[in-house]
């Protein structure tokens, strides 16, 4: 059982900057992918950018060039630097990890609990 925990999350201005982070209770080192997703209210959650293992990054179009994702795997730590942040970025975010499991199963994710990011215009 692996167990994340957002924080970082605020209030900010349009065009400012928020640094989210997600302490997990165990190795991310081993997960195979790790990701920050965000819920706006009567929105479905959305994929906001993940990490491989192996460094490989992948983000929503709406995010390209402003958000950057990146990990510690000595402190089990993800993070998700906002930058020129805009009204429409205003959600809940959540971190996401995923753990691949024996042959035949399939693998195991986790979420955290999350953290409100809100932008003002």
């Known amino acids: 059982q692996v167990q994340l925990v957002e924080s970082g999350g605020g209030l900010v201005q349009a065009g400012g900057s928020l640094r989210l982070s997600c302490a997990a209770s165990?190795?991310?080192?081993?997960?195979?992918?790790m990701g920050w997703y965000r819920q706006a209210p009567g929105k479905q959650r959305e994929l906001v950018a993940s990490?491989?293992?192996?460094?490989?990054?992948n983000y929503a179009d709406s995010v390209k060039g402003r958000f950057t994702i990146s990990r510690d795997d000595a402190k089990n730590t993800v993070y998700l630097q906002m930058n020129s942040l805009k009204p429409e970025d205003t959600a809940d975010y959540y971190c996401?990890?995923?753990?691949?499991?024996?042959?035949?199963?399939?693998?195991?994710?986790?979420w955290g609990q999350g953290t409100q990011v809100t932008v003002s215009s």
């Open positions: 990490m491989t293992s192996s460094g490989n990054t």
């Open positions: 165990g190795s991310i080192a081993s997960s195979n992918a």
């Open positions: 996401n990890a995923l753990y691949s499991r024996p042959l035949g199963y399939p693998p195991r994710t986790y």
